[in-house]
């Protein structure tokens, strides 16, 4: 029976359950269908993948259907996300990667890139790589005129050095940093990037956690955001004295920050860190007034500490085809996400869990204080994290709130935008709540901030109960 694509291809890549909705046939056939939307018959397209073991077999099978088509694969093995997003970048070549980032080992799929990092999307051809691999799935790959050639090349020496211009940790007083690879593909490039295994040693002294590739993910799943996921490091920097943790997920795209004490720097702290550092880089380049992403659930210190800075900060969205869009729409330098996705315009204004770790090494090391005393610059606010409640009348929950909070509350007046779900914003800057339907769970998502937790719980506790009513 033919797989129906529709149920692995998402908005942004391609996710699904090996042997179930991904297989060889299906990857074959994506291969080949890749190869005709994006035109790339005589050209090259990268090809590599991350520890799961499905990753090495839908590698070969990509490319089996790219050759078919003409194009030329070139296989660069074991690597990241941000390894094919720094080998799209320097090569200029569409490219793909097997990943299923943090998800459980039985799913794996694939996050494809067009030449120059440039993502592709739904909304850039993505679906229509989905409807040519269907129509292939149903009536087989038709042989180009030239069948396109098979070679491979390691990317990863080029991809450590490519970082370490960006961020020079060489001067930084000497640290020692706990970071869990949860058994991703951090386990090969911190060694790479901040250790000694193919660069010159640096001030640092790593202590590592689950480096070992295991696709099966034994000792906890390679998903940082999920607290639970952080307890380990957490242990670990606190036995080891560390002066920092860093946790990474599974395809290393993303990376979480953990001080001294064993306590999480949200991702809205780093973010606004790193704002500070290339604000500083561009403004002494000779950029007047640099740009900084951040989508609109980082905390309201991100675009104060941008603005006090003398950067300009632009919200957006949240999603990273949204945040890349306007980083190359308004020639940004960076952006940041809640999440802890980090972009850089010194890399094809793609994400990268790597960078960002260098970028804060550089700050912590640059300075004296611990961690922690360092990070309470960047979050004065009371912030909520997210918090999920499952609703099926989502619209009916967010109207519910809007009829309770506006166009005051407690005499406070308060203000709405629609940019992503509904904000509603206190007139006083005393808090903020966000309301975000999921795309794809029956999940209302809560985010939200305030001058302290005092003035904000009340305010959290309300709405969480409307929307739970």
Not at 120 to 148: C, N, W
Not at 415 to 434: H, I, K, M, Q, R
Request: charged letters at 25%; one cysteine or more; aromatic letters at 8%.
């Amino acid at each position: 029976m033919t797989i129906d694509l529709s149920s692995s291809f998402k908005a942004y890549d391609v996710r699904g359950i090996v042997g179930e909705t991904i297989t060889e046939q299906t990857v074959e056939a994506v291969g080949a269908a890749f190869v005709d939307v994006v035109g790339l018959a005589g050209e090259t397209v990268l090809i590599g993948g991350d520890m799961r073991p499905s990753s090495p077999e839908f590698a070969k099978a990509f490319g089996r259907g790219a050759t078919a088509r003409g194009a030329n694969a070139v296989y660069i093995g074991l690597i990241s996300t941000d390894e094919l997003y720094y080998a799209c970048g320097v090569r200029k070549a569409a490219g793909v990667t097997f990943t299923a980032s943090h998800n459980p080992a039985e799913y794996n799929g694939m996050k494809m890139s067009l030449a120059g990092a440039v993502p592709i999307s739904s909304e850039t051809g993505l679906f229509d790589v989905r409807d040519k691999a269907q129509e292939y799935l149903e009536h087989g790959i038709p042989a180009a005129e030239t069948r396109g050639s098979e070679t491979e090349e390691d990317i990863l020496k080029g991809y450590a050095e490519f970082l370490r211009g960006l961020v020079d940790l060489s001067g930084i007083r000497p640290l020692k940093a706990v970071v869990d690879a949860g058994n991703g593909m951090a386990g090969m490039t911190t060694p790479a990037v901040l250790g000694d295994s193919i660069l010159p040693a640096l001030p640092l002294e790593i202590e590592p956690l689950y480096f070992e590739l295991d696709g099966t993910f034994p000792n906890h799943p390679a998903n940082p955001l999920e607290s639970e996921n952080l307890r380990d490091l957490q242990r670990a920097v606190r036995e080891h004295g560390a002066d920092i943790g860093i946790a990474f997920d599974g395809d290393a795209d993303r990376c979480f920050v953990i001080d001294e004490k064993g306590d999480p720097v949200s991702p809205s702290a780093v973010t606004a860190m790193v704002a500070r550092r290339e604000i500083a880089r561009a403004k002494a380049a000779g950029e007047d007034t640099p740009v900084i992403i951040h989508n609109l659930i980082t905390s309201r210190a991100v675009p104060e500490l941008i603005e006090h800075d003398g950067g300009r900060a632009v919200r957006t969205r949240v999603g990273h085809s949204f945040i890349k869009a306007q980083m190359a729409k308004e020639n940004a330098v960076f952006g940041g996400e809640h999440s802890a996705h980090y972009y850089f315009r010194d890399f094809f204004n793609a994400d990268t869990g790597m960078l960002a770790a260098m970028h804060v090494l550089a700050a912590l090391g640059g300075q004296d204080q611990p961690l922690s005393q360092l990070a309470e610059e960047y979050e004065p606010y009371f912030s909520s994290g997210e918090i999920n409640s499952k609703v099926e009348d989502k619209a009916g929950a967010v109207a519910r709130v809007k009829a309770e909070l506006t166009p005051e509350h407690n005499g406070v007046a308060v203000s709405t935008d629609e940019l992503d779900g509904t904000t509603f914003t206190a007139a006083d800057g005393s808090w903020w709540v966000n309301l975000r339907p999921s795309n794809t769970e029956p999940f209302l998502r809560f985010n939200g901030e305030g001058r302290d937790e005092s003035v904000f719980a009340p305010i959290r506790d309300r709405v969480l109960e409307i929307v739970r009513a």
